[in-house]
């Protein structure tokens, strides 16, 4: 991505942290379009999902960083298993809703 882009939707962020607690219910990819100016933030081809969802999965890591590289253990231990949207699947998860471990495993783990 550009870095204009990634100015404009960082400045975008601070002026949606009001808004966003507000909308506690929106999607996180609703978040996402309004925030960096539609779907195509995430499926870079037009806007069109991949099959496989690794591009979209690449945007993620450009803007946040890659799973080695983000805070909590639970991020670097399934680096090489997971992409993100195993856990934050955008169209899924609300805004502020963290993952659960048990859709994978069944012994009551959780994020530490
Ligand atoms: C934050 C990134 C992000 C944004 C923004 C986003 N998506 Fe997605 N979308 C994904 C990911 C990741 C998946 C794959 C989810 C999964 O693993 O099932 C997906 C899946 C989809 C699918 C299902 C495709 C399939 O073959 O199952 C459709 C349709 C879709 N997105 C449409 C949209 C539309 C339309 C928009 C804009 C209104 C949008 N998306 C915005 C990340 C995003
Ligand atoms: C094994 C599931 C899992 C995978 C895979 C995963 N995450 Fe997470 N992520 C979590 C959980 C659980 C939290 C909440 C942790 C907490 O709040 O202590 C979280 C928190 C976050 C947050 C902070 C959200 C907030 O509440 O402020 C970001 C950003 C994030 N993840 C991005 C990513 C990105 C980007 C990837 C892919 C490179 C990724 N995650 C892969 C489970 C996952
Ligand atoms: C164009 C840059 C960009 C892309 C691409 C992107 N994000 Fe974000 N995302 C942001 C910004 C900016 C925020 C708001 C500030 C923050 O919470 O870090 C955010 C917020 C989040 C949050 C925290 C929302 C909350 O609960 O408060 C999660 C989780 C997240 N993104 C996951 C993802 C995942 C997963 C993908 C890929 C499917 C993705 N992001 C793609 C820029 C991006
Ligand atoms: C989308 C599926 C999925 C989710 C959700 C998930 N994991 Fe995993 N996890 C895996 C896979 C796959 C492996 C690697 C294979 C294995 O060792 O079981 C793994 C391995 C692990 C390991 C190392 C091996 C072990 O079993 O101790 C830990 C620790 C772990 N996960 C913790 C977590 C935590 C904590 C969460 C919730 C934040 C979580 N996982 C969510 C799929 C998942």
Known sequence: MKLTQIASSLALAGTMTFAGSLAAE?????????MNGGCESCHVNDGVPSEDFV???EQCASCHGAAD???????AIHAEVLMCS????PHELNVGQKPSCDNCHDDGRSAP
């Open 69 to 75: 590289e983000l805070e909590g253990e639970h991020h």
């Open 55 to 57: 591009v979209e999965n």
């Open 26 to 34: 929106e999607l996180l990819a609703d978040f996402h379009v309004e």
């Open 86 to 89: 195993d856990c934050h699947n």
